[in-house]
């Protein structure tokens, strides 16, 4: 088994405002090491970053796992991604082996503001560090409900040779760009060996009977004005109320689960309640459409 690489520098997280600087991973990593560690709650765990916007300074975005300062989308997801994950949120069975694991968190803006019908694609390692690449085993995609919140149900990642225990994820909100990054458990002694480790990435684990709980916030570079009450809703629509589409897809239209739309002369089936956007098309979105 391979490990992931080490990436060569790269472009850093997209989906900022026209003239914003993303905020890179080598970056953070020079404040983390001159701050010594992550901030901490009083408990003891990292600092989420729904605690941290409570005192209404504009958050960092969670950085992504490269070490470049402009704008990228999928390039440094490693070996093992697939595209076309199942929706699901849950990635085990009753006999599925390995120690259970439940994630939860939010998405965020930069101005602490919860983004509904964020799109987040988990992929990771079984128990024994294997990756499956016939199948989709341990990969799944979910979308975050209308308070901007995600739980994901599957086991604590097996290690694997030059690697400390992780898990892969995408993030995209809606019109923006990809981020592409990895979750990290503490106290783990390969953490000090990994290359890859980023102490900003590291989830909450607490033990709850024989399973663990894990939490962790996402903070996308994507702008917000917390000032403007009347922005329109980002989250995709869910009214059953809403009237059935058809006809060609095209862009700004409320698309229902179940609805048919032609595109480039092909049927597709709706996956997912959306709002329609430009580099949504259904070719380019198997998350939210299929063909039939």
């Keep these: 088994m391979t490990s992931d690489p080490i990436p060569d520098p790269a472009p850093g997280p997209s989906g900022g405002s026209a003239g914003d600087r993303p ?7 020079k ?22 916007g409570a ?21 440094m997801e490693g070996p093992y991604f697939k595209p076309n994950s199942p929706l699901r949120t849950s990635l085990v069975t009753a006999g599925t082996p ?13 101005e602490c503001r919860p983004i509904p ?17 016939s199948g989709y085993a341990f990969r799944g995609h979910q979308f975050t409900d209308q308070s901007g919140a995600f739980t994901l149900t599957t086991i604590v990642a097996g290690l694997y040779p030059g690697r400390t225990r ?21 106290g783990e002694p390969r953490n000090n060996t990994d290359a890859l480790y980023d102490p900003a990435l590291l989830m909450n684990v607490r033990s709850v009977g024989s399973g663990k709980e894990g939490t962790f916030d996402f903070v996308l570079d994507v702008a917000q004005d917390p000032t403007d009450p009347t922005d329109p809703p980002t989250d995709p629509p869910t009214d059953p109320t809403d009237p059935p589409t058809g006809g060609s897809w095209a862009a700004g239209t409320l698309y229902n ?23 949504w098309e259904p070719s380019n979105v198997p998350a939210l459409w299929e063909r039939g």
């Design 257 to 279: 689960a179940g609805d048919r739309v032609t595109y480039g002369g092909v049927t597709y089936r709706c996956l997912q309640a959306h709002t329609a956007l430009t580099g």
């Design 23 to 29: 905020i890179s991973r080598k970056t953070l990593l």
């Design 166 to 186: 992780h898990i892969h994820v995408k993030a995209q909100a809606p019109g923006s760009g990809i981020l592409t990054t990895q979750l990290y458990f503490p």
């Design 98 to 110: 390995g120690v259970r694991l439940t994630v939860s968190g939010y998405v965020f803006g930069r």
């Design 31 to 52: 404040a983390a090491l001159v701050a010594t560690a992550v901030p901490l709650l009083a408990g003891g765990g990292v600092a989420l970053a729904r605690d941290t």
């Design 117 to 133: 019908g964020v799109l987040l694609d988990f992929w990771q390692a079984d128990t024994n560090g294997a990756y499956d690449m």
């Design 55 to 75: 005192a209404g300074v504009p958050l960092a975005p969670t950085p992504d796992c490269d070490d470049g300062d402009e704008p990228t989308h999928d390039q």
